[in-house]
């Protein structure tokens, strides 16, 4: 007797959390609200097709960079995208091999902003070479000068791990969804939804021996893009460690970087998924404990985030190296001090409500901290290109910059690049992972009744 | 998997159960009896059903490395090779710095290994394949929600005894599944 209501409430649990995400993209539930923010950001991208427009016509010399300065919005937004995609497979792939069961209410939209924060930071590179048309010299292959790439140059490495990264992130996150889309496919009523997810289904019918080799490959590919991810934002730190600057010549990036991408990245996370429960009524399935957990994390990668900070002020200050010691008080009281003190303050002072459990389970105090997170990061990609590049070894070389509005204009429109794609996907594709979730509760409720037993 | 024949022999025989535990006991109870032409279908993955299939591929995980080792030695290779087909000697410097070539070939590695696990694993499970005479049952559609399938394919030496077995299970009901005719 008490077997057979298990199982209907079982089964009735799997039913509910299908219906919960498959009715999303089939029947979504606030139309209105999505035009309120997919019109905006189609506007976003005409900025950014318009701004584009105008770089490609004039050249690079419509930014405000120059000499000292050539590196301005372009690679500090570079820097700042890809670390927000950082997050997307750490949790995704980290907490999948740690066998985390809350991550599979998170897993899906993250690896999406993931994606789309990739393409956000790869169109950067392109578009400051000049001639982007010709980006394709960066790859090995036989050629009318006979040259290759300067493999020596972190550059050249740059290259091979962003396209690396976007490969795998696009190509884990797919095979991910696949279940879900023949989920999709098999309660939609309109012949073209069928056919659409259908495709995308590849023709997924959950055989056993499917699954078997579906899981190899999942968590094999797990496992390999936690180390790709710490090797991709190392890879970028080293553009900036590698040289002889003072402020980047330090042996602290690699770590530094990669954590502070982490914590942007776990930012961003947290207002998505603030966000997008409220929107989408996914109350269920997104948690006060899926929040609490994002905070922990938050607050973890921030703390060790600062201690990057401190560590790079305490490695200045050990060394004594006159033109280092010139730059740190630059950073600290320079032209550019708002950019140093906006990122000490909107990384870590708002952080620390986040020991309070109350505040990491309250949706909008989450939302808010992420959104100062993400805020105070941009401000240390600024700090750390602005500051150091205008403030080299010598007085004579010093020189200010200022963001020319063609180059603010293509970061805003920059903004649609990454909503666009990802509202498409909140409204077409189903943004929580039902069968991990469903599998989760079939584990658990095992283990329940194991602990009965 | 069984290829379609020309005319028409049943494709299988499909028990729905709604639970995965009893699936699992039922496709142990199929093995002992002696059926070998079976699968599950489930809307998750199932593990226990892996041991209870005998379902020993590890071809996925050798694929992986062999991916991995191809795109060690293409990164690799690469950089040696081009180094050396067109010298910049700069200051008595090594023409092949090892650690320099580090990143990229790791990077091809990651790249080799993901690519070879992800479409070794759609080729071995011969995906994509839109149309399968599963498909053509109309109950099977709740395979990706909550219901739990064992079907005994009809090229199965004991198929004649495959239905009565299936009902014996218990199950929520017994289907046949009809071979369709798709094109191939």
């Given at each position: 007797m008490t077997d057979t209501t298990r199982d209907t409430e079982g089964a009735t649990a799997y039913a509910h959390v299908t219906a919960e995400v498959t009715r999303?993209?089939?029947?979504?539930?606030?139309p209105k609200a999505w035009w309120l923010c997919f019109l905006p950001a189609c506007g976003l991208l005409a900025v950014f097709f318009t701004a584009l427009g105008v770089l490609l016509w004039n050249?690079?010399?419509?930014?405000?960079?120059?000499?000292?300065?050539?590196?301005?919005?372009d690679i500090i937004n570079y820097i700042w995208f890809l670390g927000i995609g950082h997050a997307g497979t750490l949790i995704s792939a980290l907490l999948l091999l740690l066998n985390v069961h809350w991550r599979n209410s998170l897993n899906r939209f993250a690896e999406a902003m993931t994606l789309f924060a990739v393409v956000c930071a790869g169109l950067y590179p392109l578009m400051h070479?000049?001639?982007?048309?010709?980006?394709?010299?960066?790859a090995p292959y036989p050629n009318s000068m006979t040259l290759w790439p300067q493999f020596k140059s972190p550059l050249t490495w740059d290259f091979f791990a962003v396209l690396t990264y976007l490969t795998v992130s696009a190509l884990f996150w797919y095979i991910g969804i696949v279940p879900d889309l023949a989920a999709t496919r098999d309660r939609a009523n309109g012949r073209l939804a069928q056919v659409l997810y259908g495709l995308g289904a590849?023709?997924?019918?959950?055989s056993a021996r499917h699954w078997a080799r579906w899981g190899q490959a999942y968590r094999l590919t797990a496992a390999i893009a936690v180390p790709l991810v710490v090797s991709v934002h190392s890879e970028i730190s080293l553009l900036l460690?590698?040289?002889?600057v003072p402020g980047w010549?330090?042996?602290?990036f690699p770590p530094y970087f990669v954590l502070g991408a982490a914590f942007s990245g776990f930012a961003v996370v947290s207002m998505i998924a603030v966000v997008l429960r409220k929107a989408l009524g996914l109350e269920d399935l997104v948690r006060p404990l899926h929040l609490d957990m994002l905070g922990r994390l938050l607050l973890a990668t921030g703390l060790m985030t600062a201690y990057g900070y401190a560590a790079e002020v305490f490695d200045t200050l050990y060394a004594a190296e006159p033109a280092d010691l010139s730059l740190l008080a630059d950073r600290l009281t320079?032209?550019?001090a708002w950019s140093y003190w906006g990122a000490v303050i909107g990384n870590f002072l708002p952080l620390q409500?986040?020991?309070?459990r109350g505040v990491r389970r309250h949706p909008l105090a989450l939302f808010l901290i992420g959104f100062s997170a993400m805020v105070g990061m941009w401000c240390e990609r600024f700090m750390l290109l602005a500051t150091t590049l205008h403030h080299s070894?010598?007085?004579?070389s010093w020189r200010p910059y200022t963001p020319s509005f063609w180059e603010v204009s293509l970061f805003v429109g920059m903004l649609g690049v990454f909503l666009v794609p990802f509202l498409l996907f909140i409204r077409f594709?189903?943004?929580?992972?039902a069968f991990e979730v469903k599998e989760a509760l079939f584990e658990e409720s095992g283990e329940k009744g194991a602990g009965h037993a | 998997m069984p290829e379609p024949k020309r005319s028409l022999p049943p494709f299988g025989v499909m028990a729905e159960f709604d639970d995965p535990e009893r699936l699992v006991q039922a496709v142990k109870r199929a093995r002992e009896a002696g059926f070998r032409h079976l699968d599950a279908y489930t809307p998750?993955?199932?593990?226990?059903l892996t041991e209870a299939l005998d379902i020993r591929d590890n071809r996925v995980p050798w694929l992986t490395l062999m991916g991995g080792i191809v795109g060690a030695a293409v990164g690799f290779g690469m950089q040696v090779w081009t180094n050396l087909d067109y010298p910049i000697p700069i200051?008595?410097?090594?023409?092949?710095a090892i650690p320099a070539t580090m990143l990229i070939t790791f990077e091809l590695t990651v790249l080799g290994a993901v690519l070879s696990a992800i479409i070794g694993m759609l080729v071995l499970n011969r995906l994509?394949?839109?149309?399968?005479?599963?498909?053509?049952?109309?109950?099977?559609?709740?395979a990706s929600v909550d219901k739990f399938f064992l079907v005994i394919f009809g090229?199965?030496?004991?198929?004649?005894?495959a239905g009565g077995f299936l009902n014996g299970l218990a199950p929520v009901r017994v289907l046949d599944v009809p071979q369709t005719e798709g094109p191939e």
């Open positions: 999303i993209p089939l029947h979504y539930p606030r050249g690079v010399g419509v930014w405000g960079v120059n000499i000292p300065v050539n590196w301005g919005f070479l000049g001639r982007p048309w010709l980006f394709y010299w960066m590849l023709g997924w019918r959950g460690a590698a040289g002889p010549n330090s042996t602290v320079g032209p550019f409500l986040l020991w309070w070894w010598l007085a004579s594709l189903p943004v929580i992972s | 998750f993955p199932v593990t226990e200051g008595g410097r090594p023409l092949v994509p394949r839109l149309h399968h005479p599963l498909f053509g049952v109309p109950e099977f559609h709740l090229d199965d030496p004991r198929f004649e005894e």
